[in-house]
């Protein structure tokens, strides 16, 4: 009995070291050339008449499961049923293992080719899962011309419902459907995606890239706008996929071209001037997709320029992108700041591309100024933040970006309040981005106010204020030179003057009793209780410059009332 089951089982195959399987000699090799071939040599080298062969072999189409599929067509007698699920494996398994006509007749092969003839009444559904199956042994799928000539009756099912001519050229048009459309996921669009486009959307990114090879628009040769809105639809689907699909493991490298792809399709067709597809929103969208799918350097920095250029149009949540480029399937993202909620560092290369654009005129920059200072406001609480990347977006723009530096001094103060571990030095610094002239006098006053404001920067700040002051004033009476305005020009001259000497002596007295000891001492440190007394002083100083303020327009309107009464026909003179 044992040594009729040694007879019946005389072959041990190991398969791909998972799967041992025990086989008849004789069965296998009759329809196995390779099979065949290698038990021969295995009885020449042992000698003996009836051997115990054993051999392993490795990358076997579709593993264990593959291999007993095979082996179930060997004991049926050459008989197997062949469907579109497992054709694609049979076909695969039976080139590896010889199984040609020369062998047995009607052998595997030949069966499974001539039901492969069949493929142009497939219908699309069987034309997809023939495709699919094939993720597992795609290499061995690919060299044996399988996987060329389902693509080839793939493209011919969507031919026969869609312009084919938009897969290969840029155009905006979109597919008509025997099947339901679903809406479109492109901003400025059309309003539905080709039917095909969910369908293709379960294949693996290499089977992919076959497709998009065969219609010669891979990488750099993609100019079409179809195309590109159906890599956008695969790749924000794959995001949301697990890691591991058909027993493999994903990583960036499997999706890279295909990112890639749908960049160069953007900047060729914008490049077109096909600019109406693609507003700036649109243009975020996409950087947040490929971010996630290892987008080359070259494809990054080209897709920056491009929103950079376009930056005035954005609005705040555009410029809102995870630092941590999460969400997709991995994290090859564009480096957020060291653990920051968002991505700063996008945002300050868009600005320096934004800056450094042609036709920026002071209109649109005054636009990415007010969208900057929202979105400094919303960066600042994060307490990950670093100071420098902080002052990086700040003074990334050129003071004419801002007519007024309150939303930036609001940030600031929120930033002070989300870092308090940062040095007197440090806060100095910050204020830094401060413009003290453009800052509104409600500003100013809870500038001098804030306890979380250096008292050098205060002193500075309405010094600054004091000076832009006294010029607007001098400067608004001087534009008038006749001899009535002269004089109240004179009048405003004296008591811009007198102001100004007060002012001075305050900051005087100020820096007296506030800094003076410290430069003469720089080791002793101001106390709490001074820098609370400075504060009282500084406060104190707004109100009496508030006051005075008022004294001299009441001053400036009589003198204007008088003088207006003797020449009623002149025009009058702005006041401040």
Known sequence: MAAAAADLCDLQIHIDGQHTFFLNQKIVSTFSGMLKKIIKQEKKKTRIKNPLIFFRIDDFPGGPEGFELISRFCYNNGGIPIT????????????????????????????????????????WNDVVACLKSCEPFFHHADSSGLLEKLIFSLLGKIAQNTDISLLGCGSSSSS????????????????????????????????????????????????????????LHYLKTAAAQPQSRGGLQL?????????????YGVISLMEKGERTAFSCRALFWVLRIVTNFGLSKECRTGLERL??????????????????????????????????????????????????????????????GWLIDQYLGEISPDQNLRMSKFMGVAQSLPDMARD?????????????????????????????????????????????KNPRIPPRVTVEALASQTAAKGYDLDHDQSSCESPTTSSIRSSNMTLSSSISNKISKSIVLYNDK????????????????????????????????????????????KLFMKHHKSMPNRSSPRLC
């Not at 954005?314 to 809102?320: F, H, P, R, S, V």
Request: net charge negative; hydrophobic share 35%; aromatic share 8%.
């Open 84 to 123: 579109v699920a497992n054709v694609s494996l049979l076909h695969s398994g039976a080139i590896f293992l010889g199984m040609y006509e020369n062998v047995s007749p009607c052998n595997l092969l030949q069966q499974t080719e001539t039901f492969l003839e069949g493929m142009f009444y497939w219908s």
């Open 176 to 231: 008509s459907s025997p099947e339901n459309s679903g809406s479109s996921v492109f901003p400025n669009s059309s309003k539905k995606r080709a039917w095909w486009f969910d369908d293709l959307s379960t294949l693996p990114p290499m089977i992919i890239e076959k497709v998009v090879t065969s219609l010669g628009a891979y990488r750099s040769d993609n100019n079409s706008l179809i195309l590109t809105k159906f890599l």
């Open 251 to 263: 990583n960036n490298s499997s999706f890279s071209g295909l990112a890639d792809t749908v960049v």
């Open 307 to 368: 929103i950079g250029s376009m930056l005035d149009q954005a609005k705040l949540d555009d410029l809102l992108v995870c630092g941590s480029a999460g969400g997709g399937i991995h994290n090859g993202g564009s480096g957020g700041s060291s653990g920051s909620v968002y991505d700063v560092n996008l945002v300050v290369r868009l600005m320096r591309v934004f800056v450094n654009s042609d036709g920026v005129n002071v209109e649109r920059m005054k636009k990415v």
């Open 404 to 448: 007024c530096f309150d939303g930036v001094y609001r940030a600031i103060d929120i930033y002070l309040e989300s870092h308090p571990g940062l040095s007197t030095e440090e806060r100095s610094r910050l204020c830094r981005c401060l413009n003290y002239e453009k800052l509104s006098l409600e500003a100013c006053k809870d500038l001098a």
């Open 514 to 557: 506030g800094s003076a000891d410290a430069e003469s001492n720089p080791e002793q440190e101001i106390t709490s209780e001074d820098m609370r007394l400075n504060i009282q002083r500084m406060q104190w100083r707004v109100l009496e410059l508030e006051k005075l303020c008022r004294e001299m327009k009441g001053q400036m309107s």
